[in-house]
């Protein structure tokens, strides 16, 4: 059992380029969720999804974009990098029985943008 | 929105000391609240999920209570080890709004 994996661990943008990130979970998970993690602001719900297909905004979905094709895969996009995205991201994934809803997190991408 | 405050930010004990991290929270209509750990340049890592009809929750030296009514919750750790030594975040509702964390160091 691999858990969450994220792909890639380290990245670096110039502003206006686009990028995707890959979370990927092995647990039959039917919930995925994207944060970002900046200093003083704790984690952020970019956005997440409740199942195969569907998607939702979250806290801060401002200049993201995501799909899950597949329900063990949940990617996030940025169509055109800015300097405040630089954060780290965060994917998880947590079941949708009650008792079990402990959220399993990725090691996380570290994403700069110049 | 819901609001999740961590007191203190920062806190430093010795060895073997029992210490209790604090979580406070604005929005009571929630059904669970989950604590984390999380180590530097690391992913979080669940300690203990709280139900709300639960008072308090238990895993090794770790002991976590919800009071739902008054928007606390809190995590006390017994005998504490340098290995503790992490960020801990509390999540009410369990996985859309979360504290800032308190850095926890223990001195050998």
């Known amino acids: 059992n691999a858990g969450v994996t994220q792909t890639p661990k380290f990245r670096v943008l110039k502003t206006g380029q686009s990028m995707t990130l890959l979370c990927a979970q092995d647990m039959n998970h039917e919930y995925m969720y994207w944060y970002r993690q900046d200093p003083g602001m704790g984690l952020r719900l970019i956005h997440y999804s409740v199942g195969e297909g569907t998607t939702a905004k979250g806290e801060v979905p401002d200049g993201y974009n995501v799909s899950r094709l597949k329900k063990q895969n949940f990617l996030l996009g940025l169509e055109s990098a800015a300097p405040s995205q630089t954060s780290v991201y965060f994917c998880?994934?947590?079941?949708?029985?009650?008792?079990?809803?402990?959220?399993?997190f990725g090691p996380g991408t570290r994403l700069l943008v110049l | 929105k819901q609001e999740v405050t961590q007191i203190p930010a920062a806190l430093s004990v010795p060895e073997g000391e029992n210490l209790v991290l604090n979580c406070s929270f604005t929005?009571?209509?929630?059904?669970?609240l989950q604590w984390f750990r999380q180590d530097p340049g690391k992913g979080l890592t669940s300690l203990l999920l709280i139900q709300s009809s639960q008072r308090e929750q238990t895993s090794g030296r770790l002991n976590a209570s919800l009071d739902k009514s008054s928007g606390r919750s809190t995590l006390y750790i017994a005998a504490s080890q340098p290995g503790d030594s992490a960020t801990y975040l509390c999540?009410?509702?369990?996985?859309?709004?979360f504290g800032t964390g308190t850095s926890l160091t223990v001195i050998p």
């Open positions: 929005d009571s209509a929630i059904y669970n």
């Open positions: 999540a009410p509702g369990g996985q859309f709004y």
């Open positions: 998880a994934s947590s079941s949708l029985k009650r008792g079990q809803e402990t959220q399993y």
